[in-house]
């Protein structure tokens, strides 16, 4: 007796193969029956006829890490087939903490989150956050060790050399972290903290993933220079034993995207090397991205202060004339305050026209009065230049989005998964819809040690979405950016159907969700 059939549709395993017709029968969490199920019996049967029967998609970057404990039926992402998150991107995340740092770690990442010191219940290792998630949320989570947070948690938030005492520490933490079911480290070295790192600090945090197999995740040096950011990533692959990933690659120009392609095949000789794209050029940060490293020593907290110091102002004008901004093509996307939002949506040159200040002092300003969280859209060019990025065997995909209720946010957030399954295929015919699917879930379960997830198949976990493909489309603008895909009917989380004919279901009990561990 199986509890769902779905009947009539065509798989895509998840593996690249060839689609093909046939009935999958699911029992409790797992696939139980692929094949010719008319006669078998079930608790329940859908006809899924003409549509794609497919695994559930993995997001491999995203910021979903508050959201998911204020919204457990996160529907940005669930609507998109998303049926796992992979947690703790980019260095920065809410464990591990300490009373002290959980209060720093809720006020910076206000930006990325939005989780606010009254929803934070107390947990301070990796295993009892993650632990937050389990048959709590409607997706599945998996996370990683942030390295900012370990090294705050060891060494404070200041400019300082780790010494030998303090880099044993370090890695004892990391060792915590993957025993409580971390995939690896994830970094994020233009951020706070990370921005001191150096190149043998992070080969001997490394050292400690590699005993585990795991998977160095790294938002790199981008401001020294992205080729630049991935030799050192791949320096530390090779010194370190560990396996290498790359976060949300993009380049700038023709020039870049070649020099990436080139290097990508010659450092996947050197180790076992992945990254994943977004298929967007226009990219998306906090603002004060663009303030200088100094400005955080004394923590998140003090960073109100430290923007008093005029050293500190000044160095900001500095960045400013050194670095290229194109304020026309940077879109204010969120702000906490209520007096601010009138300007999101605006490019930032309409706002620094608009408040008659010169262009430090009104970013600057901007910075104070909401409180360091200000989000921005910035537009890097034409969605043609990430193409053949994505093509490249070694690319998964992860969203990166960032959600906020009102937001102007970036589309991605909810686009991500349908362009990629769409218009990629489709219109821009990147790939196949069997490649573009092994994109989103086997190759992605693969990096990140999901074991029995990313592919349709007997025994495997039951993580599947049913979608129309010839109607699979992101609906999501720039303009207005919360618009759920079409296309996309059902989704099912461990044998449990989470969304179906579009619309997200209801749980009275525990949701099917759970927080994974790296088997890999």
Request: charged share 25%; aromatic share 8%.
């Amino acid at each position: 007796m199986h509890d769902l059939i779905l009947h009539g549709g065509t798989v895509i395993d998840g593996t690249g193969g060839d689609r093909y017709t046939a009935d999958v029968g699911l029992s409790g969490d797992r696939i139980t029956s692929i094949g010719e199920l008319s006669e078998a019996e079930s608790v329940r049967r859908i006809d899924v006829s003409g549509r794609i029967v497919a695994p559930g998609f993995i997001d491999v970057h995203n910021h979903s890490d508050g959201w998911l404990l204020k919204r457990p039926h996160f529907l940005p992402k669930t609507s998109q087939g998303f049926t796992t998150e992979v947690l703790m991107l980019d260095g920065i995340s809410y464990a591990p903490v300490s009373p002290d740092t959980a209060r720093q770690w809720l006020f910076y990442l206000r930006g990325l989150n939005a989780l606010r010191l009254e929803e934070y219940r107390g947990w301070e290792s990796i295993g009892e956050f993650l632990a937050e998630f389990d048959r709590a949320a409607a997706q599945n989570v998996i996370g990683q060790v942030p390295y900012a947070n370990v090294r705050s948690l060891v060494c404070g938030f200041g400019k300082q050399w780790v010494d030998d005492l303090q880099m044993k520490m370090i890695q004892t933490e990391v060792h915590r972290g993957m025993q409580e079911g971390a995939v690896g480290i994830s970094t994020g070295l233009d951020y706070i903290v990370q921005c001191y790192t150096t190149t043998d600090e992070l080969v001997e945090a490394c050292k400690v993933i590699a005993e585990y197999d795991g998977v160095y995740t790294t938002h790199v040096r981008y401001k020294k220079g992205i080729l630049d950011g991935i030799r050192e990533a791949v320096e530390i692959g090779k010194r370190s034993g560990c396996r290498v990933h790359i976060s949300h690659v993009k380049g700038r120009d023709e020039q870049t995207v070649e020099a990436l392609l080139s290097l990508f095949d010659e450092v996947s000789k050197e180790v076992e090397f992945s990254y994943e794209c977004y298929p967007y050029q226009p990219g998306s940060t906090m603002l004060n991205y663009l303030l200088p490293y100094e400005a955080w020593d004394d923590g998140p907290l003090g960073a109100m202060s430290r923007l008093h110091d005029p050293a500190v102002r000044a160095h900001f004008r500095q960045a400013l004339e050194s670095y290229p901004l194109n304020l026309d093509r940077m879109t204010l996307a969120w702000v906490p305050g209520k007096e601010n939002t009138v300007f999101q949506g605006q490019t930032l040159d309409q706002y620094v026209e608009q408040v008659g200040l010169p262009v430090e002092e009104a970013l600057y300003s901007l910075l104070i009065e909401e409180r360091l969280a200000p989000l921005i859209v910035f537009n890097e060019g034409e969605d043609r230049q990430i193409e053949p990025l994505l093509q490249h065997e070694r690319c998964v995909i992860g969203s990166d989005g960032i959600y906020h209720d009102g937001g102007i946010v970036h589309p991605r957030v909810y686009g991500t998964a349908p362009r990629i399954i769409g218009s990629c295929v489709r219109d821009r015919k990147l790939f196949s819809l069997e490649e573009a699917v092994a994109k989103l879930t086997s190759k992605s379960a693969d990096v990140y040690g999901l074991k029995d997830r990313g592919r349709v198949v007997e025994g495997g976990l039951a993580d599947l979405v049913v979608f129309d493909a010839d109607t699979v489309a992101d609906r999501a603008t720039y303009e207005n950016p919360h618009q759920t895909a079409d296309g996309i009917d059902l989704v099912v989380v461990n044998g449990e159907v989470i969304l179906e004919n579009g619309q997200p279901v209801d749980f009275d009990g525990p949701m099917p969700g759970r927080t994974l561990r790296y088997e890999r």
